[in-house]
């Protein structure tokens, strides 16, 4: 589909002399919050001033690669490459490669800066800027089986905006647009219409890779198999992603976006449950929970309107745990009087307090864009680049009343300083092949606590007690036996990763030692490091594992 040919160094040597190094090289630092010196200087890797490369490195403005959401880790690079071309990418890991194991230098693929715990920086190391990639066309296919090949760099938002003009759109999304393609497909991409389509990483034909040797590599579901599968949700371990092929469907014109409210949360979660496996159902279920909120329908009306606005003035938020289902119904106009039969019937399925009913028409893509909204208005206030101790939580269905009991009645009793999402997700759905890890049973719930903390401050709003907050849900999460599985995880040990991964920890690294056997992609996840040391036995088990992989 219009991507360059490449191919694997495939000897069986090779590959078993990586997947030692890897084995036995595995680091886990416990990396509270960091902030290392400025080093402006490219000392440590003069060639890079002598490598041929269409863009180019810069040296002395290197502080924003040191930086990202989570505003919580920043480890500074050497140089940060801003390619013009794929070959830019693969020459400079190709170089880095050929030095061998002994160059401490590592890489590190940066989008739009989005993760939250360093995920993107590579300290003494070199950053790669993907979104000077974004320019490169992007080419729509509006065939039968219509799809978009766009950049690894390219923004969602971007892709949106260019698919509508084709009446058509990508099937999956993020909740938040303003994220590069590559850096969503390197976790999954999961939003509110996963439980239909499954997370982003289900809704790609082709990949173009460049791998940790700098080898350029096209992969599909049929074509270098092992790389796509365990690239997508990978971590950014296996490879970058510069061009992906995205599966697409016809796009609506409008959406009725609802919400309404529940007191208790086994309601909830019946309804949501009973909504994802429901023919024609809404195409957007998502939940949020709602801790001691004044005023909480007076807010919604700037966007929304009640059913009943009597009813509405009359209730009362204040010191209650509320639970929120956000659903919305995708329409073209022609389709607004079956649309909204449609939605009457499912509601009269379900057992909100009926007095909570809001609703409000919106075009699709403001719609998908909803949060970027709420991003310029914190902006404005000098309230978005705030630390984000965020965490993500993938809970089993069995346990998820256990879950709510103890963290929404006990340790989030008094407040949240920020949204919680809350929502489930057929795993039918999902590809079990990726590289991402979720719980084993056929439904499980996405838990989001995404919290901001005020820089300076030591109070129940401060990073601090965020910190320690997240750690006694983990800890009551591990004490229960809750089964849960974090999502875009980042350990601090060995063991924590191990137990992450579970049986698919030694394909992981038989995988690493593949595709990247020095180690030299994506250091700021913290599962591998590069290093000299080579194993001379392994044990009998994980020679019986490498042979069953290759």
């Not at 350029?216 to 049929?222: A, G, N």
């Not at 950014?236 to 697409?248: K, P």
């Not at 499980?444 to 300076?456: I, M, R, T």
């Amino acid at each position: 589909m219009g991507l360059p040919p490449s191919s694997f160094l495939k000897g069986k040597a090779i590959r078993l002399l990586g997947f030692f190094m890897i084995l036995f090289l595995c680091f886990t630092p416990d990396k509270s919050d960091h902030c290392f010196p400025s080093n402006k200087s490219s000392s440590n890797i003069p060639w890079l001033e002598t490598l041929n490369v269409d863009g180019y490195f810069s040296f002395d403005d290197t502080e924003h690669a040191a930086k990202d959401f989570g505003n919580r880790y920043h480890f500074q690079p050497s140089a940060v490459l801003h390619p013009k071309s794929v070959f830019d990418i693969s020459s400079t890991i190709k170089y880095i490669f050929d030095m061998g194991s002994s160059s401490e230098i590592t890489v590190a693929a940066r989008g739009h800066g989005h993760s939250v715990q360093g995920q993107a920086q590579a300290h003494r190391g070199i950053v790669i800027n993907m979104e000077s990639l974004k320019g490169q066309e992007m080419r729509i296919h509006t065939g039968e089986t219509p799809y978009v090949d766009v950049s690894g760099g390219e923004l969602w938002i971007n892709v949106l905006h260019e698919t509508v003009k084709y009446g058509l759109a990508p099937k999956s999304w993020t909740d938040y647009l303003h994220l590069t393609v590559g850096g969503t497909l390197s976790n999954a991409g999961i939003s509110g219409q996963a439980f239909r389509h499954g997370p982003q990483i289900n809704n790609v034909y082709q990949m173009e890779v460049i791998t940790g040797k700098g080898e350029i590599v096209t992969c599909s579901e049929e074509q270098n198999a092992d790389l796509f599968y365990g690239v997508l949700g990978g971590l950014g371990q296996f490879g970058i992603i510069t061009r992906a092929i995205i599966s697409l469907e016809r796009s609506p014109n409008m959406v009725k976006w609802i919400r309404v409210l529940y007191s208790e949360f086994s309601k909830l979660s019946k309804d949501q449950e009973y909504l994802i496996s429901t023919e024609n159902s809404f195409d957007y279920i998502e939940g949020f929970v709602i801790i001691n909120r004044t005023g909480l329908l007076n807010s919604w009306r700037t966007s929304f309107s009640p059913n009943d606005p009597l009813k509405a003035n009359q209730f009362i938020s204040d010191g209650r745990v509320l639970y929120c289902l956000e659903i919305a119904k995708y329409f073209n106009l022609d389709e607004y009087d079956s649309m909204n039969q449609k939605t009457e019937d499912l509601l009269s399925e379900l057992s909100y307090i009926p007095s909570t009913l809001f609703t409000t028409e919106v075009s699709y893509v403001e719609f998908l864009d909803r949060v970027h909204v709420s991003e310029i208005k914190l902006r404005a206030k000098g309230l978005w680049e705030v630390p984000h101790p965020w965490m993500n939580l993938l809970i089993p269905k069995s346990k998820i009343s256990e879950f709510a009991h103890e963290v929404f009645g006990n340790i989030l009793s008094e407040s949240s300083n920020g949204p919680v999402l809350i929502y489930p997700v057929n795993k039918s759905k999902w590809n079990n092949r990726t590289s991402l890890i979720t719980p084993a049973e056929d439904i499980f719930y996405l838990v989001a606590f995404l919290s901001s903390a005020a820089p300076s401050s030591t109070g129940k709003d401060g990073l601090q007690y965020i910190l320690t907050q997240n750690q006694k849900i983990l800890d009551f999460c591990n004490k229960a036996n809750l089964e849960v599985k974090q999502y875009l995880p980042h350990y601090g040990t060995q063991e924590e990763w191990q137990a992450h991964f579970g049986p698919q920890w030694e394909i992981f690294v038989q995988r690493k030692s593949t595709y990247d056997p020095f180690a030299i992609l994506a250091p700021g996840q913290s599962i591998f490091k590069k290093g000299s040391s080579l194993p001379t036995t392994v044990s009998t088990q994980v020679s019986h594992k490498i042979n069953e992989v290759l």
